[in-house]
């Protein structure tokens, strides 16, 4: 199943803070099965947006969208989604008294410009936020799933850990497709070209989707094996054997 990240921001591009959305969504999403792709970061411009979606959908199953949902103006993601699938904006009622709750509970007045974060596209599914006022939005089509999920983490993975893992999770059961199954070997005091000599050609150890890469620091050099297997039993005995011969 083959995931892509869309990251958006200015803040993002220009250096300002570091995505640490991405990292986590693919940590996460690797470890149930599912292959990133690619980590997209572009700057929240509807015609970056709409050139990123046509571009990443031609080859994922899923594309994950974080940034770009709040109320200020700035915040283009929703109209944007909204226009890219031909929709338009309805009030959902369930977000809309949660934000009135959320406001009055704080003794906070609550203004228009609130209101409008419970204008959701007529087609999309809610994915509730109890943790911000941005709710998450999911689009299914037929060729590719689009999630749109708020930028501030902690909401982001709240509403990740709710709905959208469970969601990758079934798409794996229903499909009995093989995933990812990943080892890390520690290294000490080799350096890496050194490493790469002794161990050869991994052509030679390696079958069809199976994978070695090498991630060198000043600690030392990380061997990563990767192999692709239906269940967890196959996949540690097939790691098993591949880091005996390293």
């Not at 803040?11 to 959305?21: A, D, K, P, R, V």
Request: proline share 5%; with cysteine.
């Amino acid at each position: 199943m083959n995931i892509a990240l869309l990251t958006i921001g200015d803040e993002l591009c220009i250096g300002q803070i570091i995505n640490t959305n991405a990292s986590w969504i693919a940590d996460r999403c690797t470890q149930i099965g599912a292959f990133i792709t690619c980590h997209s970061t572009i700057k929240d411009n509807p015609l970056d947006i709409i050139h990123e979606l046509d571009r990443l959908r031609i080859n994922n199953a899923m594309i994950i969208i974080t940034g770009g949902l709040g109320p200020t103006h700035d915040d283009s993601t929703k109209a944007t989604l909204c226009s890219y699938f031909h929709d338009t904006l309805i009030e959902h009622q369930d977000t809309l008294q949660f934000l009135q709750e959320r406001y009055i509970s704080r003794n906070i007045f609550f203004s228009e410009r609130n209101r409008e974060q419970a204008f959701v596209p007529s087609a999309c599914t809610v994915l509730k936020n109890p943790r911000g006022t941005a709710p998450g939005l999911l689009f299914a089509q037929t060729d590719c799933t689009f999630i749109a999920l708020p930028g501030v983490p902690a909401e982001m993975k709240g509403i990740m850990q709710e709905y959208v893992l469970p969601i990758i999770q079934d798409r794996f059961l229903e499909e009995n497709t093989t995933k990812p199954f990943y080892r890390t070997l520690i290294t000490k005091g080799i350096p890496e070209s050194t490493l790469a000599d002794l161990i050869g050609n991994p052509s030679e150890f390696l079958a069809i989707q199976e994978s070695l890469a090498f991630l060198p620091s000043f600690q030392g050099v990380r061997l990563r094996l990767g192999v692709y297997h239906h269940n967890a039993e196959s996949a540690i005995q097939r790691l098993d054997v591949l880091e005996q011969i390293l």
